[in-house]
């Protein structure tokens, strides 16, 4: 039976592992975390936090000096393994499941038998079912009677981990009663929330249609921006005032979506039914397309302000108040203008990150800028992250920039 005395494995200290390690770790289980960073790894053995994350460092520290979190990168012999790995789509929007086979393959060498391991990864149906294989097919001593697997996808907003991962209700779905019953026992060390058993491809599916769910609607909102550009409208006047009925939730229109999670899933759903799944790729479709279009406007912006201009990009992340790059419009939208407008001065503004990042640093026209500066130089001023110290910006700090605002803060 796997309880608080059991010895947990976490395999990926990124986003979502690290927290469920230091939370784990924190409620008086034993972990060891894994990961293939040697940077990462001694981060978080000297109580540091690689990412920003809010409230992370103190349980980290917390976890650290009591010795019941130390990270490696070997995976460990443990009782139970949670398996925190990425899983980004290919070049056609079919799953990779490379880092999940690399995980299990460490896990194999190190069972006896008996263990619990848990696919937390958001993944395609039957991702867990292949992990559970390619295990077994390493462990030839080993039946499945032997072993029990489980998918328990994280269901957190990045800002809001440490108590959304707490508080949050959990899927629950294994490839046998028993496997769920175990891990919901292991969740129990910290989890408060509901727990919800289910089998593990429902579990993969609903994870999948909760952020297929939100791309949908977060089309919906895109869609009706760029409608409403065209024809002269407020779109953040319009949704206030449909959203009044009593029936309608609008939600808001932004440069894209990005992020490991909407950005990705809905295509795991498509690439499992192409054939029956037109509305979810056309919602990704849409959300997909409107970075291209926020280029168009600063592009317009761009000649009407005559020869070599400067332009702001306000924020980079994929969402505010987080350094978190994945799948980022933002990112997206300074790499491509970049490239379009040599000429022109590009100065990005994203107060999470201490360098610029990988993608724009091949060129020679996009500077990392402090924000007062950026103001100060900027002929064209795009808001493309809602950052809480952007928000707070008055109006009259913008000067005489021709503002883009793809959040309508500056309405």
């Not at 039946?143 to 209700?169: F, Q, T, W, Y």
């Not at 306000?314 to 939208?333: Q, T, V, W």
């Not at 500066?373 to 928000?391: I, P, S, T, Y």
Request: with cysteine; proline share 6%.
């Amino acid at each position: 039976m796997i309880s608080k005395s059991s010895t947990v494995g976490v395999i990926g200290l990124g986003y979502i592992g690290l927290p469920t390690a230091a939370i784990l770790a924190d409620h008086g289980v034993t972990t060891i975390g894994m990961d293939v960073s040697e940077r990462n790894v001694t981060a978080v053995n000297n109580g540091e936090v690689p990412f920003v994350e809010p409230g992370l460092r103190e349980v980290l520290e917390r976890a650290v000096s009591s010795g019941a979190l130390t990270a490696s990168t070997q995976t460990p012999v443990a009782d139970a393994y949670i398996v925190a790995v990425p899983t980004p789509f290919t070049d056609t929007h079919s799953a990779d499941l490379s880092y999940i086979e690399a995980a299990a393959d460490g896990i194999a060498a190190k069972l006896s038998g008996g263990e619990l391991i848990i696919l937390e990864s958001t993944s395609p149906p039957g991702a867990t079912e292949h992990m559970a294989a390619r295990i077994l097919a390493a462990r030839p001593d080993l039946g499945p009677a032997d072993i029990m697997v489980a998918h328990c996808p994280e269901r957190v907003l990045p800002g809001k981990i440490m108590e959304e991962m707490i508080s949050n209700d959990r899927i629950i779905g294994g490839l046998t009663p028993a496997a769920a019953e175990a891990a919901k026992d292991l969740y129990s060390a910290f989890c408060k929330g509901e727990f919800l058993l289910t089998d593990a491809r429902t579990a993969e599916m609903a994870k999948l249609t909760e952020n297929s769910f939100r791309d949908v609607n977060i089309a919906f909102a895109n869609e009706l921006s760029v409608i409403s550009h065209k024809l002269g409208i407020d779109v953040w006047e319009l949704i206030e005032l449909a959203n009044h009925h009593p029936r309608v939730n609008i939600l808001q229109p932004g440069p894209g979506v990005g992020g490991h999670c909407i950005a990705v899933d809905p295509w795991f759903i498509v690439d499992a039914a192409p054939e029956q799944a037109n509305l979810i790729r056309t919602a990704r479709e849409t959300n997909d397309a409107k970075p291209e279009w926020v280029l168009g406007r600063i592009e317009q912006a761009l000649e009407a302000s005559g020869e070599a201009p400067t332009v702001a990009l306000l924020g980079l992340a994929f969402k505010a108040n987080i350094d978190d790059l994945r799948e980022s419009p933002s990112l997206h939208i300074a790499e491509k203008l970049a490239q379009r407008a040599p000429d022109a001065k590009i100065l990005a503004v994203e107060p999470h990150i201490q360098k610029l990042p990988a993608p724009l640093e091949q060129f020679g026209n996009v500077a990392l800028t402090e924000l007062d500066e950026a103001l100060e130089r900027a002929d064209v001023l795009v808001l493309l992250v809602d950052h809480d110290v952007f928000k707070s910006l008055p109006k009259s700090r913008l000067g005489s920039a021709a503002v883009i605002d793809t959040r309508g803060i500056w309405r």
